[in-house]
């Protein structure tokens, strides 16, 4: 393979083999592998025109597959005239240079097709650096198997001044380029980074965040636009969103939160770009609560569970609560099919982002997160605590007001976390004729506080 062809990793409007091997303990049937495959060809702007299958107890060292099925994969690839064969598994350079040299076409793997599409997505400076890391982390190791030209001698040949002598070999120079590139590529992102980290700590200090996590088109975006100002875009594609994005959500009473948007998970994410896209993942880890987005119209949707938990697990997204949420509920074949995932999951909030049903019940339930358990009590703090009374009378249940010399007394509905955001902006706060901070105890026994209140476990849903 040439090295112009090499560099041509553009995935757009070619026709594309698609390759999986069953081996030996291999749980995911074929034709969800195949399917989600075709969805990320399709995504990238590939077109798929074949497919090719083997079952082996472990992959062909040289090629991963057969020499049988490395000559049916050749004439495969000259019958339907593809241009491209991507495999749905990770390969070694060596096996990436055998297959093609095999087949004279154009070989990438799944982790380069990811690569791909997030590439093709990234908007922003902060997804641009990310993804351009991933790509380099991805790259230094394969450079000895990717470019026919790297055993190339530079010098040696009369070509002008400073070329001369024993020279050095092309891959080393590319090896020390691809190391000054991602040096100076990091320090940019951690510029950035630093700026995101203290945006995301203040934030949290601020207000109760909820994150929307899920597997990639799960409907995240669909559902945040529904429930906010909108602005994120929603595409019937994978990872169609790379850059979180954060809006209000109001959920009534003057009761809100922020609702962030993040990246969408998917089986074996390479892990280049786990790392690389940690402050984006950050987001997530950092939310007061996390609301597990699945599309229950997906016949793989369990598998898709499954990952999404893996993933949360993987990056230290485990100290919060988890709601797990049925989107494209309007998409169901059945009512029984309904029912099938009530049985599975009773608690779960069942809803259509696109038709709004469910909404409402899905924001009562959050509220009562981010309110915590409710008490009425009798509350009185100084006149003169501005804020903290603007936020009693726009976000709380008020039964009576009363007031003496310099003391403002309510009757109130409130909740523990709303007394303690209260409490955060007036140190003078009695309750019952007691500090607030004495009566939190005695009014929610056994309970957290707002500032500890990620460290209740999260909700295992057992798949």
């Not at 060596?94 to 380069?112: L, N």
């Not at 934030?203 to 975006?221: C, E, P, Q």
């Amino acid at each position: 393979m040439g090295y112009q062809q090499r560099e041509d990793l553009n995935v757009v409007e070619e026709r594309a083999i698609l390759v999986a091997v069953t081996l030996l303990g291999e749980t995911i049937p074929l034709d969800d592998r195949f399917a989600e495959l075709s969805a990320l060809t399709e995504s990238a702007g590939g077109i798929v025109v074949g497919h090719l299958t083997q079952k082996r107890k472990l992959p062909y060292g040289k090629t991963y597959i057969g020499s049988g099925k490395l000559t049916e994969l050749k004439h495969l690839v000259e019958g339907v005239k593809a241009t491209l064969i991507i495999f749905d598994h990770d390969l070694t350079p060596s096996q990436i240079r055998h297959i093609e040299r095999a087949t004279e076409c154009k070989i990438i793997d799944r982790s380069e097709l990811i690569l791909d599409i997030f590439s093709s997505r990234a908007a922003t400076a902060e997804a641009k650096l990310q993804v351009e890391i991933a790509q380099l982390e991805y790259t230094y190791p394969r450079l000895r198997a990717m470019w026919d030209h790297l055993g190339q001698v530079t010098g040696g040949a009369p070509v002008g001044i400073g070329t001369r002598g024993p020279g050095e070999q092309q891959l080393e120079i590319d090896r020390r380029l691809v190391k000054r590139k991602k040096s100076q590529l990091k320090k940019e992102l951690t510029q950035i980074q630093s700026r995101a980290v203290r945006e995301v700590e203040k934030r949290n200090d601020d207000h109760f965040t909820v994150g929307l996590v899920g597997y990639t088109n799960a409907g995240k975006s669909t559902l945040f636009n529904t429930l906010t100002a909108g602005g994120a875009w929603s595409h019937d594609q994978l990872f169609a969103t790379l850059s979180t994005r954060i809006e209000r959500w109001e959920l009534g009473g003057g009761t809100g939160c922020m609702l962030s948007d993040t990246v969408g998970f998917i089986r074996r994410l390479p892990h280049h770009l786990v790392a690389s896209f940690k402050s984006t993942l950050e987001e997530t880890i950092h939310c007061k609560l996390l609301l597990l987005i699945l599309d229950a119209s997906d016949p793989n949707a369990m598998l898709h569970l499954e990952t999404v938990e893996e993933t949360l697990d993987s990056i230290g997204a485990t100290a919060q609560p988890r709601l797990i949420v049925l989107n494209k509920m309007d998409k169901l074949a059945s009512k029984h099919d309904a029912l099938v995932w009530t049985s599975r999951f009773p608690d779960a909030i069942q809803l259509s982002s696109v038709t709004g049903d469910g909404v409402e019940v899905l924001e009562e339930e959050v509220k009562r997160f981010v309110v915590g358990p409710m008490q009425r009590v009798t509350l009185s703090l100084p006149t003169a605590s501005a804020k903290a009374i603007d936020f009693i009378e726009k976000r709380t249940e008020i039964v009576s007001r009363d007031w003496t010399e310099d003391q403002t007394i309510y009757e109130l509905n409130v909740g523990q976390h709303q007394l303690e955001k209260m409490m955060s902006l007036c140190h003078s706060i009695m309750i019952d004729g007691k500090p607030a901070k004495d009566m939190l105890e005695r009014l929610w026994p056994n309970q957290l506080s707002a500032g500890s209140y990620c460290n209740v476990p999260p909700h295992r849903f057992h798949v």
